[in-house]
């Protein structure tokens, strides 16, 4: 990783605030989602096959609505998470040739909510932690913006990065999900600071850096393994060199 000597500390027009998409970013799925609920539907006596399952996730996610609840308040929130992705999990099996009705499914469905919840499910990118440490240390404050839901603050906190964030913004809780520049507006609000001196990082391109950069933000989409542009980063390792190159007045 560069050295800390020769970036120079956030100034009026530099990168004062970084924001960080979640998944696919800082951490990944230890497996694809369509094997993990193959496996335990097993345990509850059904055969369902792991590729129809993944394809049937990948429908459902591709015409669902957003994980967004715009009104509701913080009490109600969980059940409507839950609701949400019961919804997508029952299109999911009904496309693998699995009735949804069945109590084996439901059963299924609410260990594997519950293990999304737990590391177990998840790995953390060796990058991480390094970064987080290297950003703050140059003075800027850090915030995770994410479609995600609140299991989310189970997971940073798993993984022991819940107080390397001043602020986690989640599309369930705010009521507007990316691309939305109202879920952007919202963590800027919610960490005090300027979109003008925010820059984005997310490996989606729609999602993350066009949703950024429609907001007001500075962006990079952070593409792992693949050759650094411009607009690209291939590890988080890059990002404290870029911050602090990025000039005065830049759009990315």
């Known amino acids: 990783m560069a050295s800390t000597a020769r970036f120079p500390r956030p100034s009026a027009g530099l990168i004062r605030t970084v924001f960080f998409d979640a998944a696919g970013t800082l951490l990944a799925l230890r497996e694809p989602v369509g094997e993990t609920y193959a496996r335990f539907a097993r345990r509850q006596g059904i055969v369902a096959d792991a590729q129809a399952l993944e394809d049937g996730f990948r429908h459902a996610f591709g015409r669902a609505e957003p994980l967004a609840f715009p009104g509701a308040s913080s009490r109600r929130i969980p059940a409507l998470e839950r609701e949400w992705w019961w919804r997508r999990v029952s299109e999911a099996f009904r ?101 003008t001196t925010t820059l984005h990082v997310g490996d989606s391109e729609r999602l993350d850096r066009r949703a950024a950069l429609a907001a007001g933000l500075r962006a990079f989409r952070l593409d792992r393994g693949a050759r650094s542009t411009r607009h690209v980063i291939a590890s988080l390792e890059e990002l404290p060199d870029r911050v602090a190159r990025i000039p005065r007045g830049s759009r990315r």
């Open 95 to 195: 496309a693998a040739g699995v009735d949804p009705s069945q109590r084996a499914v439901a059963q299924a469905f609410a260990a594997v909510f519950e293990h999304f919840a737990t590391r177990r499910a998840w790995r953390l990118f060796a990058d991480v932690k390094p970064v987080l440490r290297l950003l703050r240390a140059r003075g800027l404050r850090l915030a995770v913006v994410s479609n995600f839901d609140t299991r989310l603050l189970r997971l940073l906190e798993g993984f022991g990065l819940a107080s390397s964030f001043d602020a986690v913004v989640l599309s369930s809780t705010a009521g507007f999900a990316k691309p939305d520049a109202r879920l952007f507006a919202a963590a800027v609000a919610a960490i005090r600071g300027a979109a």
